[in-house]
C-alpha cells in the first residue's frame, strides 16, 4: 500500500529529477530539434510539483489537479502528450488517500492506453513511448510490493531511453533528418525515463 502523501512524495522527487536535467534535455534536443525540449519539461515538472505540493482531497484529487495543471502550459507538443498520460493516470486512480500495487497497475496501464491512442507511436519510432511502453509493461508484470514496483519501471524506463539511440527517428522535425538521428537518444524519452527514475525514489 503507498500513500497519498508517499505518492506526493515521489512525484516531486520525479520533478526534481527532470529539472535537474534540464541542460541534457537542451543538449539532446538541439541535435535534431529546437532545443526547447530542457526548458519545456522544466515547465512540465514545475507545473506538476506546484500542484501536487498543494493538492488537497485523495490521489485522484491530486493528480487532477496535477493533470490540470500541464493542460494549461504553452510549450508544444510535449505538453498535451504529458497532460493526456497523467489525465490517465487519475482516471482510474482511487479516490482516497492509499493505493495497492493492483491499483497502481490500473493507473499506469490506463495512462498507457490513452497516451498511445493520442500518439500513435510504438518502440522504435524514437519518441517517449520507447520508454513509457516498457516502463508500463514492467509495472503489469510485476509482483510484489510498491517501492519495487516504482524500481522496476525506473530501470525498464532507463534501459528504453538508452536503446532509443539505435532508431531512426519518425515523428517530429528529427524525422527530416532520417538516420542520422541513429546514435543519440530521444530527448522526449530521456525526460520520461528521468522522470520514472524519481518517481522511484521515497
Known amino acids: 500500500m503507498i500513500t497519498k502523501d508517499e505518492l506526493a512524495t515521489r512525484l516531486i522527487n520525479a520533478c526534481d529529477e527532470v529539472i535537474a536535467s534540464e541542460d541534457?534535455?537542451?543538449e539532446i534536443d538541439s541535435k535534431f530539434g529546437d532545443a526547447d525540449h530542457g526548458l519545456t519539461m522544466v515547465k512540465i515538472a514545475s507545473a506538476i510539483?506546484?500542484?501536487?505540493?498543494?493538492a488537497d482531497g485523495g490521489i485522484q484529487e491530486m493528480l487532477d489537479d496535477v493533470a490540470m495543471a500541464v493542460?494549461?502550459?504553452n510549450g508544444g507538443s510535449a505538453v498535451?502528450?504529458?497532460n493526456t498520460w497523467l489525465d490517465g493516470l487519475q482516471e482510474v486512480a482511487p479516490e482516497g488517500n492509499e493505493a495497492n500495487t493492483d491499483q497502481l497497475k490500473?493507473?499506469?496501464a490506463n495512462a498507457l492506453s490513452e497516451l498511445a491512442d493520442m500518439s500513435g507511436a510504438e518502440v522504435g519510432d524514437k519518441t517517449m513511448m520507447d520508454v513509457v511502453i516498457p516502463a508500463s509493461d514492467a509495472i503489469a508484470a510485476y509482483s510484489g510490493d510498491e517501492p519495487g514496483l516504482f524500481a522496476a519501471a525506473a530501470q525498464a524506463a532507463q534501459e528504453g531511453?538508452?536503446?532509443s539511440k539505435n532508431f531512426v527517428s519518425k515523428f517530429g522535425r528529427a524525422k527530416s533528418y532520417g538516420e542520422?538521428?541513429?546514435g543519440t537518444p530521444d530527448a522526449g524519452a530521456v525526460s520520461m525515463a528521468r522522470f520514472f527514475k524519481g518517481l522511484a525514489k521515497a
Open 71 to 73: 493542460m494549461v502550459l
Open 161 to 163: 531511453a538508452e536503446n
Open 106 to 108: 490500473a493507473m499506469f
Open 80 to 82: 498535451p502528450l504529458w
Open 180 to 182: 542520422k538521428t541513429i
Open 24 to 26: 541534457e534535455l537542451t
Open 49 to 54: 510539483k506546484g500542484a501536487t505540493e498543494e
